[in-house]
């Protein structure tokens, strides 16, 4: 069973198109369109594009809800609950902005055939707008390390890693004995991962096998996504804690590699530290001459660390390590925020907000716009990274004055970056109608 998840209403076409044209028998394939859209408009246009096809032979299921209860996850819960469901081994889920190529399920069915213990088959996310500014190719870079070397790792060591909540295969009988989809946190994908990690399942991981997508390239949908990403693996983590230490089916040692290193290293401290020692600790000691920080702290340690995350970067991007470690540094004060509101639970730590993808329609839409006549982008201020622009920069001028530890220039270009992203004057901008 194909599943897509529709909430992004400028790509629904292409995506519809590609799952319908997947190569297997047409009488072992279902489609199930999931319409989580709130414009009635869109919905007539969603159902109008299901018949289109589904007169063409295909077999698809168009489905839509009142309400948004649960988000994602509410609207895959209730799409597993119809009767045709019952017909099938497998699903696969896409998210509205992704193609599968035509050979998809052929490439990773077999993997789920072949061993009964597999739970899931996750593919690898190529990006069609990676080039279309700056922003979207520092994603790429930090996106192709997640793929390349974390879940590659997970996948080659553990036989665990987190669930991407799009472009997999899942066993419909291991979903269902884990408990389905939850609602509790903003990560349902991750949630799900968890669960069937701690009853025994495995995960495999075929770099090999891509399907399109695209990244979101204006500033204000990537911070939200950010801030899903951030807020909801660490409330998830509040949350099962104690069930991953009491798990009885699995090592000591999957446990160990749950809880510090997918969990507490790269979804915790990760943020947090880049932040505090980058952006307020090291510029701190300028101020505070006693206070004395050893070069390899300094220097050596965050220099073998980059290089580290390089290993997944494509050759045609390592010109531009140097923006993307700013860049980083940078969004490392939104993701402890969130980070902080997910594991001490307050704020907006259960604020679903839908990813905007620009799509090709609106994307040509733009590009013609860019052309005409049309007043200045209205910039949005975001006040804490113009608060961390101001500090660094004074850090800085005081280092160049009167500092030995010529951090001045980091200083300087870390308080642009931030000074930038504070103004809001990052990725694409929608002309104003």
Request: charged share 20%; hydrophobic share 45%; aromatic share 14%.
């Amino acid at each position: 069973m194909m599943r897509f998840d529709l909430t992004e209403t400028q790509v629904y076409e292409l995506s519809i198109g590609a799952a319908c044209g997947l190569s297997w028998p047409s009488d072992r394939l279902i489609v199930q369109v999931l319409d989580d859209s709130t414009d009635p408009a869109i919905k007539r246009l969603v159902k109008t594009e299901c018949r289109r096809w589904e007169s063409k032979g295909v077999n698809i299921k168009y489905e839509a809800r009142e309400n948004r209860n649960g988000y994602k996850a509410g609207n895959l819960k209730r799409g597993m609950k119809h009767s045709y469901v019952k017909q099938c081994e497998y699903v696969a889920i896409f998210d509205a902005d992704f193609q599968p190529e035509p050979n998809f399920l052929r490439l990773t069915v077999p993997s789920l055939l072949r061993d009964p213990d597999i739970a899931l088959v996750q593919s690898r996310w190529s990006f069609v707008n990676a080039d279309e500014c700056l922003m979207t190719r520092m994603q790429e870079m930090s996106l192709d390390y997640h793929f390349n070397i974390e879940q590659q790792a997970g996948s080659s060591t553990y036989a665990f890693f987190g669930f991407n909540g799009t472009a997999g295969v899942w066993r419909i009988s291991a979903l269902n004995e884990v408990g389905g989809w939850k609602d509790r946190t903003t990560v349902e994908d991750m949630d799900l991962a968890v669960r069937a990690g701690l009853k025994g399942w495995k995960f495999l991981y075929l770099g090999d096998v891509k399907v399109k997508n695209e990244l979101p390239s204006t500033f204000k949908a990537y911070r939200n996504q950010q801030h899903r990403w951030s807020c909801g693996p660490a409330n998830l983590f509040r949350k099962m804690g104690p069930q991953i230490l009491t798990a009885k089916r699995v090592s000591v040692w999957k446990k160990f590699h749950l809880v510090y290193s997918f969990f507490l290293v790269r979804k915790i401290v990760s943020h947090l530290l880049t932040f505090s020692f980058y952006c307020i600790i090291m510029p701190a000691t300028i101020l505070l001459p006693e206070v004395h920080i050893p070069k390899w702290a300094s220097v050596y340690l965050p220099t073998i660390v980059t290089l580290l995350h390089v290993v997944g970067t494509p050759t045609r991007s390592i010109h531009l390590v140097g923006f993307w470690v700013l860049f980083e540094n940078v969004m490392s004060l939104h993701r402890t925020k969130a980070m902080l509101m997910g594991l001490l639970e307050f704020g907006r730590v259960n604020e679903w907000v839908v990813t905007e993808k620009l799509g090709d329609a609106l994307r040509i839409d733009v590009a013609n716009q860019a052309a005409k006549p049309k007043k200045k982008p209205r910039l949005e201020f975001h006040w804490a990274e113009l608060g961390v622009a101001i500090y660094l920069f004074v850090c800085g001028c005081y280092d160049y004055a009167f500092g030995k530890n010529r951090y001045f220039i980091f200083l300087f270009m870390q308080s642009i970056a931030f000074f930038i992203a504070g103004c809001g004057y990052v990725g694409t901008f929608i002309p104003n109608s």
